[in-house]
């Protein structure tokens, strides 16, 4: 079992920077592929951003790739989400994912809102 907290999020006005913050705990974090999550109002949850064990490769949606990094501390069981230059349309609720084969945890979520 993983327990995971995301922390971070708020209300910040269009151009403005968030940083995310995923905490992780129980199982082995560093076994763990972890991604970034988001779900609009009225819309089905997308994927945002990942990064494999060591967080050496990444992978990003095209509508965040330049504004948007993913980085993670194994040794503080943490997973990181750099937003840079937002956009109203990236407001959501962002989650937090660890993936490890067939097991798959969520956290809780942490409300984005980005004011034009």
């Known amino acids: 079992q993983v327990q995971l907290v995301e922390s971070g999020g708020g209300l910040v006005q269009a151009g403005g920077s968030l940083r995310l913050t995923c905490t992780g705990s129980?199982?082995?974090?560093?076994?763990?592929?972890m991604g970034w999550f988001r779900q609009a109002p009225g819309k089905e949850r997308e994927f945002v951003a990942a990064?494999?064990?060591?967080?050496?490769?990444?992978v990003y949606r095209d509508s965040v790739k330049g504004r948007f990094t993913i980085s993670r501390d194994n040794a503080k069981n943490t997973v990181y989400l750099q937003m840079n230059s937002l956009k109203p349309e990236d407001t959501a609720v962002y989650y937090c994912?660890?993936?490890?084969?067939?097991?798959?945890?969520w956290g809780q979520g942490t409300q984005v809102t980005v004011s034009s």
């Open positions: 129980g199982r082995t974090f560093s076994n763990y592929a």
């Open positions: 994912r660890a993936l490890r084969g067939v097991f798959v945890y």
């Open positions: 990064t494999v064990l060591n967080g050496g490769n990444t």
